[in-house]
């Protein structure tokens, strides 16, 4: 392994985005090809950090920590923290915003602030990197605080709609609250605790009154529920992922939400975690409600950006309902949902952004017969729907079987089957989706063609993800199972 890849992999993109825009002169229409080779280094960065990660846990060691000395007087480094839990998702994170990049070479051709567009992709790519490594909790807070500002720009400057700057707007003002009552929680933890850093904090939190552990509790949860958009804290999405252009909606669906799903269990599990079993029940109605109202909303849609919208709003319910389980099942189901459903809602994001390329209108009204014009990406599509579906032998199926089976394991049967209930939403308006959108006979006037290689090759890519990780989930097991042991002693 590079002895500073953790460090390399997460600046990396950020100080080519300054140079690209810096540079935006001479740059040109080379931003793209640049950005998509920049994050592909980070992403390979990270892979070669891999066998070090699975030899650590395997040899009973501890995580990998790089550290660079920063605020002495506060006792505060600049650090990396590697192990079974963040390897997994900022290697995933790193992957989709590397094929966002590709795909955007083609799609945002012929669109205008190419570097802007492109400096803000990488930057917005080491916010979310820096928030899965930091090692602290204030590191964790800036990187976290830099996601927001790359990712405001592309939905506003990308989105041709009249109605972009109010979406924007919103966007900004939710995730922001949300980022503060985080900072607010951390803050106390710190008072308390006296130390930021996440691996001595979990030997520390006994130092926190009783009292306050529920207000910090909910300041917490309240930042990373906004961050992944549950309901009913979930209105600024919608309007946000369909403004922006498809790649940046594949990264904020597959990649930006992840971040609020990992606090879960690099924050709130370890130093919280009575009170997680305490609120257990009330995060699986929340998780219950999420999946439940996303997949009725997206139901009712007929642009198909807003319908993959609502479908990531139900997804999250999912993850939130293997948390409350508090079991290691439940929680390794979550975790492992977390990287399934970056796979797949990027994958479909992505082939929606073509079929909208190719056929020139958003309403999946005037789709129907694609498959017959649109193969590869109808095929593509249809193994992203059935995933999310939880249908064998996808990579969602086992996230989800395990995340429902925690629940049983944990003794919360009646909320379970109530859950496996609401998830009943998600197979029938994704078959009933597929079928009106790729089968049937073509709309006349309807003029599509399959999309070209360069559209083609990120879909492709994430197809073959979803489908070996369906068969092959000892890939992603080997990482998530270690890591959910680590909740084993949490009460029941």
């Not at 390794?332 to 809602?345: D, E, N, P, R």
Request: proline content about 5%; some cysteine.
């Amino acid at each position: 392994m590079i002895l500073n890849a953790p460090l390399f992999a997460t600046i990396l993109p950020g100080i080519f985005g300054i140079i690209i825009y810096s540079a935006r002169r001479y740059t040109g229409k080379l931003a793209g090809l640049i950005a998509t080779i920049v994050a592909a280094a980070s992403f390979f960065l990270i892979l070669s950090m891999t066998n070090p990660v699975v030899d650590v846990y395997n040899n009973g060691g501890y995580p990998f920590i790089l550290v660079y000395p920063w605020l002495g007087a506060m006792d505060i480094n600049f650090s990396f923290l590697i192990d079974m839990i963040s390897f997994p998702i900022g290697s995933t994170i790193a992957l989709i915003s590397t094929l966002s990049c590709l795909y955007s070479v083609k799609y945002m051709e012929k669109e205008a602030h190419q570097a802007s567009y492109y400096a803000n992709l990488l930057i917005f790519m080491t916010g979310m990197i820096g928030v899965i490594f930091s090692s602290n909790l204030i590191q964790f807070y800036i990187f976290w605080e830099l996601t927001l500002i790359p990712s405001y720009l592309l939905i506003v400057q990308m989105s041709r709609s009249a109605k972009r700057l109010s979406v924007g707007f919103r966007y900004f003002i939710f995730t922001h609250m949300g980022a503060l009552s985080m900072l607010l929680g951390m803050l106390y933890v710190y008072s308390y605790a006296h130390t930021f850093d996440l691996v001595a904090l979990p030997s520390k939190s006994s130092s926190i009154p009783a009292t306050m552990t529920t207000v910090i509790f909910v300041l917490l949860l309240l930042g990373f529920l906004v961050k992944i958009a549950a309901f009913p804290l979930h209105t600024w999405l919608p309007d946000a992922y369909s403004e922006a252009p498809m790649p940046v909606a594949a990264m904020l669906s597959g990649a930006m939400a992840n971040c609020g799903a990992y606090g879960f269990v690099r924050i709130i599990f370890p130093i919280l975690s009575q009170s997680m079993s305490q609120a257990s029940d009330y995060l699986l109605i929340i998780g219950i409600a999420t999946i439940l109202y996303g997949g009725l909303i997206a139901f009712s849609q007929a642009d198909i950006g807003r319908m993959l919208a609502y479908s990531s709003i139900s997804q999250m319910g999912y993850i939130i309902f293997g948390f409350g389980t508090v079991s290691p099942l439940g929680i390794m189901g979550s975790l492992l949902h977390i990287v399934s459903h970056a796979f797949a809602k990027s994958l479909l994001f992505l082939c929606a952004g073509s079929m909208i390329r190719q056929t020139g209108t958003r309403n999946m009204r005037r789709m129907s017969g694609l498959m017959s014009r649109m193969p590869v990406t109808g095929f593509a599509f249809l193994i992203g729907a059935l995933s999310l579906a939880g249908i064998p032998p996808l990579n969602a199926f086992w996230s989800e079987w395990m995340i429902f089976a925690g629940g049983l394991a944990s003794g919360k049967t009646a909320l379970t089957f109530v859950g496996v209930a609401a998830s009943m939403i998600t197979p029938i308006y994704f078959l009933w989706f597929s079928l009106k959108v790729l089968f049937g006979i073509p709309r006349k006037g309807l003029q599509a063609a399959e999309a070209p290689m360069p559209l083609l090759l990120p879909i492709v890519i994430l197809t073959s993800i979803c489908i070996i990780l369906g068969i092959w989930p000892g890939l992603m097991l080997q990482f998530i199972t270690p890591a959910a042991r680590l909740f084993s002693l949490i009460p029941p």
